[in-house]
């Protein structure tokens, strides 16, 4: 889903897509490029209908599964209702909830922010795996949502992230906890370099160089 945030400053997608990432492309270079770019594109969009279905359960107590991949997203869905059932105390009221850095100058939707804690879902495939992979980026993506979070609600800090990744071929998931020194490497190590190199490629390619 493209957001419309009223502003020129890039997402915290499009930042951390100027990172190499070496696994994606030996995987572009052992297939086709069509067959990589239709893959890439039905992720994107059972991705989408995950996070909707999730978003619709914490808002709502059920989610409708209409879709034309309802398999992946029932297991999805499956998978978040067993991290919730295994995770009682955490408890859910916010979701998808968009803001802007205007320090740092960027924008992010944060899944489920729940302070002092900051919930990231991402989902995957176990193939032979018990449970789904969790990959660095997923760690400086979250970070920059705590930040921002943080810079808008400076009287609910938030100090603590889970990255919890949902399975999309069985039901099983894979979380991970970020404290908040692990946070601010990430954010100051890695984010803030990358979006200095983003801003930086946006504003030659605006000049037309």
């Known amino acids: 889903m493209k957001r419309n945030y009223q502003n020129q400053y890039p997402s915290v997608t499009q930042v951390l897509g100027i990172l190499r990432k070496i696994g994606l492309e030996m995987w572009f270079k052992n297939n086709t490029a069509s067959f990589c770019n239709k893959e890439s594109s039905l992720g994107k969009q059972i991705g989408t209908e995950i996070h909707n279905a999730i978003e619709q359960y914490i808002l709502e107590g059920k989610a409708d599964i ?102 999309k071929d069985k039901v099983a998931y894979t979380i991970y906890t970020m404290n908040l020194k692990e946070i601010e490497a990430c954010f100051c190590n890695v984010f803030l370099s990358a979006l200095q190199i983003c801003n930086y490629q946006r504003n030659n390619k605006t000049k037309g160089n």
């Open 66 to 167: 209409e879709s034309e991949y309802p398999e992946e997203v029932t297991n999805a869905l499956n998978s978040f209702i067993l991290f919730r059932k295994n995770n009682p105390y955490i408890e859910l009221t916010m979701s998808e909830v968009a803001l802007t850095s205007t320090l740092y100058g960027y924008n992010g939707t944060i899944d489920a922010p729940n302070p002092p804690i900051l919930l990231d879902w991402k989902s995957g495939k176990c193939k032979d795996k018990d449970t789904p992979p969790m990959y660095d980026e997923h760690k400086y993506q979250c970070a920059a949502y705590v930040y921002l979070w943080n810079e808008n609600n400076p009287g609910q800090l938030i100090n603590q992230a889970h990255i919890v990744i949902f399975a």
